[in-house]
């Protein structure tokens, strides 16, 4: 397929999970984005696997989330064991109650993922042109050149913000000599998506072994299971190596057979931990792989992928609808490069305790480490603690530029992740909950308390005049069934609160008044909204 024009808005260089993403929210905000991608097509094999409930949020307010959760399979909890004895058994059914429409983990293949957003992007009249590479690019204040290549004679395309989604060895972080710190794991490891005859249920199970570590994670299709795990020194100079070459070592971990009925993927690698020294250059971006890799540990990979074209898409698409400042890009950084280092330093740690052949931590892992997980999944704030973190609906933008806290409230701040709450709709008479409230694009004011209905008519007016459909409105005074949501606000009697939601649904904006003047500035001075006459 031929890219028959010469300048875009956006160009996207690759089509991986993180790009289509992109493309797909900036096609929520119409902006028709040019996505194109090395590969002759969409992967056919499983690689990332765990969808946390962050990335079903995300995918609930695309209208795409049913699929996922038609065609996945949720993991059941956690099984640890020890030179093949079990040691601790973890429940993960609901450990997230409350927290989230899905208080759980999806196993749904990366496969999948771009199959969905595939049909996503199909849908809105957006190809994706495979075959295509960067070969170069250069930039100035107004626009980005790129050279690109498809088959024939090289093409040259000019865009005003590139997106680089290209992954792990990202053609456009080169190109600009970015560096890309940190490090290769030892050794090599290996994947396989197979179909067992072993009984090990929808657990993800975690063999520790003097040998090394595997482990079993169940796929939506019955008894198929991806696993991985290390491979010995004595491996490192082996090539080709296939399936029956491993299956010694593995059984060796896990101290009993593996009856292997079908092996659908067999791969071996190199694990790499590393982030890029910035996420931005100019009108280039980086997102996903091409920012940051780390290793499997947690299912972080992709989900992080996901959310850094989330956050990133509709400020863009803002700036290119001429309705922000593009100083509203210098946030996309700011906000997620701290998530990027926490997860590379917490996921480095966790996987060289487990990778450790050390002595001492061979002897805690054997003796406190059991006693330990029990321990702290008895204590339930713990484990909603431990929900927060890896479902990544605990990841908040508190010292983001572009949020304003106005509020006495401690508890829930402006940079946060707008809570789910459920909530009794008095005059629909049907329930429904704050995440819904949010579901179209673009900003979502939410007045808590009671208001006059003249005061009420003000706002709305004030809306229309000045933000349109770009600011949704929505008004909960109280009520006996709503309660919950005025006790977790800490609103108190006779109190009013105001909250401006952003498109991502971090709270933006929050304050104990309801002050058309003070949310003007925060959207104006603090966002950077361009004052149109709507």
Excluded at 221 to 230: A, L
Excluded at 357 to 370: A, D, M, R, T
Aim: net charge neutral; proline share 4%; with cysteine.
């Amino acid at each position: 397929m031929t890219i028959t024009q010469q300048h875009t808005d956006v160009v996207i260089v690759g089509a991986g999970p993180s790009g289509l993403m992109m493309a797909a929210q900036l096609l929520r905000y119409g902006v028709q984005p040019l996505i194109i991608d090395s590969r002759h097509g969409p992967t056919s094999h499983s690689k990332a696997l765990a969808v946390q409930a962050r990335s079903l949020e995300i995918y609930r307010q695309m209208g795409i989330v049913d699929k996922v959760l038609t065609e996945g399979k949720q993991a059941d909890g956690a099984k640890f064991n020890q030179e093949g004895n079990e040691v601790a058994e973890l429940t993960l059914a609901n450990v997230g109650e409350g927290q989230t429409p899905y208080p759980f983990i999806q196993m749904y293949p990366q496969s999948k993922n771009e199959r969905l957003l595939l049909d996503f992007l199909t849908f809105n009249c957006c190809p994706v042109y495979w075959d295509t590479s960067l070969v170069s690019l250069r930039q100035n204040k107004n626009e980005v050149n790129l050279q690109l290549q498809n088959g024939g004679e090289p093409q040259n395309i000019t865009c005003k913000w590139l997106i680089g989604a290209d992954g792990a060895h990202s053609t456009v972080r080169k190109q600009f000599g970015i560096p890309f710190n940190g490090d290769t794991y030892p050794h090599q490891f290996y994947l396989a998506d197979i179909k067992i005859g072993n009984k090990l249920g929808n657990y993800v199970d975690l063999f520790l072994s003097k040998k090394g570590f595997a482990g079993f994670f169940p796929m939506p299709d019955d008894q198929h299971y991806r696993v991985v795990g290390n491979l010995p020194e004595s491996f490192d100079q082996k090539e080709n190596l296939q399936i029956d070459d491993v299956l010694p070592h593995l059984e060796a971990v896990m101290h009993q057979p593996v009856i292997v009925d079908q092996v659908n993927w067999f791969t071996t690698y190199k694990l790499h931990h590393r982030k890029a020294d910035k996420f931005r250059e100019q009108r280039c971006f980086l997102i996903g792989d091409a920012a940051h890799i780390h290793s499997p540990v947690g299912g972080q990979g992709m989900n992080t992928g996901l959310q850094d074209a989330y956050n990133l898409a509709w400020k863009m698409a803002g700036v290119v609808n001429g309705q922000y400042n593009d100083a509203i890009l210098e946030s996309y950084a700011a906000e997620r490069m701290p998530v990027a280092k926490e997860l590379l330093g917490t996921t480095d740690r966790l996987f060289k305790i487990i990778l450790s052949q050390n002595w001492f931590i061979n002897l805690l892992k054997k003796w406190l480490l059991p006693i330990a997980l029990k321990w702290a999944w008895s204590k339930p704030k713990l484990r909603d603690l431990f929900f927060k973190r890896v479902s990544q609906t605990g990841i908040g933008y508190r010292d983001s530029q572009i949020n304003l806290h106005l509020s006495q409230s401690t508890q829930i701040k402006a940079g946060d992740r707008l809570p789910y709450l459920k909530v009794f709709d008095e005059k629909r008479q049907q329930e429904t909950d704050l995440h819904e409230w949010c579901s179209k694009p673009g900003f979502t004011l939410i007045c808590l308390g009671k208001l006059k209905e003249l005061d009420l008519f003000t706002v709305a007016k004030w809306i229309t005049q000045n933000y349109g459909a770009n600011l949704n409105f929505f008004y909960l005074p109280p009520s006996a069934k709503n309660q919950h949501i005025f006790d977790a606000f800490d609103v108190k009697e006779n109190q009013k609160k105001a909250l401006i939601v952003r498109p991502d649904m971090h709270i933006g904006f929050l304050n104990d008044v309801v002050d058309i003047d003070m949310m003007d500035n925060y959207l104006l001075n603090v966002v950077g909204f361009v004052k149109s006459e709507v």
